[in-house]
């Protein structure tokens, strides 16, 4: 009598279990699929975060703003929003200081970000940059 019931139970259990692992292993698979197309749109770069590659790799130097950090200021960083500076400043000199990087004097003050950064993000933030208010 025990036995019986408790095979009973137990098989069902065991259905339930299944019927568990399956959903949960489709949950998985949904999330791996979600994940893996904000990656790839990431990737293909349609529009690249720019306040967010910015933030990343030029905010050290030029502040969150444009105007130059603490440590960009003792580097002579200018201020990026500034008339004097925007007079002299085209998409050639932006794109030439990330891809080539800059130096001023015999000082390397900003190295290529070739390595780091693709050629759409390097596009995007030589917009970014220029955008800078
Ligand atoms: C290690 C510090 C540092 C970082 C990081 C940095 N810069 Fe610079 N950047 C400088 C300095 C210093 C100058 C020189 C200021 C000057 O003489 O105009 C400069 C100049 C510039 C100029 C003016 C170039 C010109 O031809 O006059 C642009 C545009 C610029 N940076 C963009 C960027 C962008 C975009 C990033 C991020 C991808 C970045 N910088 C990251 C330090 C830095």
Redesign the pocket.
């Known amino acids: 009598m025990i036995s019986i019931t408790s095979r009973t139970v137990s098989s069902s259990t065991i259905e339930r279990r299944l019927a568990l692992r399956t959903i949960s292993a489709t949950a998985v698979a949904v999330v791996a699929v979600l994940a893996f197309a904000a990656t790839s749109a990431r990737a293909e770069g349609a529009a690249p975060d720019a306040a967010g590659?910015?933030a990343k790799?030029?905010a050290?130097?030029?502040g969150k703003d444009g105007k130059g950090s603490k440590?960009?200021e003792k580097?002579?960083?200018?201020d990026?929003t500034s008339a004097e500076?925007k007079g002299?400043?085209d998409r050639t000199?932006?794109l030439?200081?990330?891809n080539k990087g800059?130096k001023?004097g015999d000082k390397q003050?900003?190295?290529p970000?070739t390595e780091k950064?693709t050629a759409a993000e390097?596009e995007t933030?030589?917009t970014?940059?220029l955008s800078l208010k």
Not at 75 to 78: A, E, F, S
Request: contains cysteine.
């Open positions: 590659l910015w790799n030029c050290s130097c030029h440590a960009g580097m002579g960083v200018k990026l500076v002299k400043l000199k932006t030439d200081s990330m800059l001023v003050v900003m190295k970000y950064l390097i933030l030589a970014y940059t």
